[in-house]
């Protein structure tokens, strides 16, 4: 059970699941930070989800595959 004076939940990906996900969070009333490295589906939910913000760009994330 999530204490909805003190506690958020980070929702990581806003594709069909995630954004339904956040949505019905907040809708419960719970503080929810949705992340997407995609900047219309952040956009998409603005106004609606707590705190929203795009994710560094998949390149800078991922590490070098290896040569070995």
Known sequence: MVDKKSDAVVVIGLGRFGS???????RRGIEVLAIDHRPKAVQSLTGQITTIGSSPSRSASRPEPSTR
């Open 20 to 26: 339904a996900l956040a949505l019905e969070l907040i």
